[in-house]
């Protein structure tokens, strides 16, 4: 059977190819980490009705073709998920920096603009 893969493609990064382990345990199962209900819904006592059911086993107890490549599609999402989870808490940390530099040059040109010559002399000349 052929092993699913993604590729993620963007303007601000390398391109990410996700390959799937069949040994891994993580494309085993269609209970991912990163899929169903959020903790916030299911601390607020939310029951996950929509949890996938197990990969469908044959007669002699094996996964069957479908169900291996749910599973194996599963764990796929999940390492996906992580790595754009990633990309978007290193695009937050981001946003502080930028807004404190932002704020900096608008303090710069308003101190020009008000007839200041942007020099913070400590004799005043």
């Given at each position: 059977?052929?092993?699913?893969?993604?590729?993620?493609?963007?303007?601000?990064?390398?391109?990410?190819?996700?390959?799937?382990?069949?040994?891994?345990?993580?494309?085993?199962?269609?209970?991912?980490?990163?899929?169903?209900?959020?903790?916030?819904?299911?601390?607020?006592g939310q029951v996950?009705?929509?949890?996938?059911?197990?990969?469908?086993?044959?007669?002699?107890?094996?996964?069957?073709?479908?169900?291996?490549?749910?599973?194996?599609?599963?764990?796929?999402?999940?390492?996906?998920?992580?790595?754009?989870?990633?990309?978007?808490?290193?695009?937050?940390?981001?946003?502080?920096?930028?807004?404190?530099?932002?704020?900096?040059?608008?303090?710069?040109?308003?101190?020009?603009?008000?007839?200041?010559?942007?020099?913070?002399?400590?004799?005043?000349?």
């Open positions: 059977m052929l092993l699913p893969t993604a590729t993620y493609c963007g303007s601000d990064t390398k391109t990410v190819k996700f390959e799937v382990n069949p040994t891994d345990v993580r494309y085993q199962t269609t209970d991912g980490k990163t899929t169903g209900a959020s903790p916030y819904v299911l601390n607020a996950d009705r929509d949890r996938p059911s197990e990969p469908r086993k044959d007669v002699n107890g094996k996964i069957t073709a479908l169900g291996e490549l749910r599973a194996r599609l599963t764990g796929l999402q999940d390492d996906i998920n992580e790595f754009l989870t990633e990309r978007m808490e290193l695009a937050k940390g981001k946003k502080p920096r930028l807004a404190k530099q932002e704020q900096r040059i608008e303090s710069e040109i308003k101190e020009l603009l008000d007839g200041g010559d942007g020099d913070d002399d400590a004799d005043g000349l």
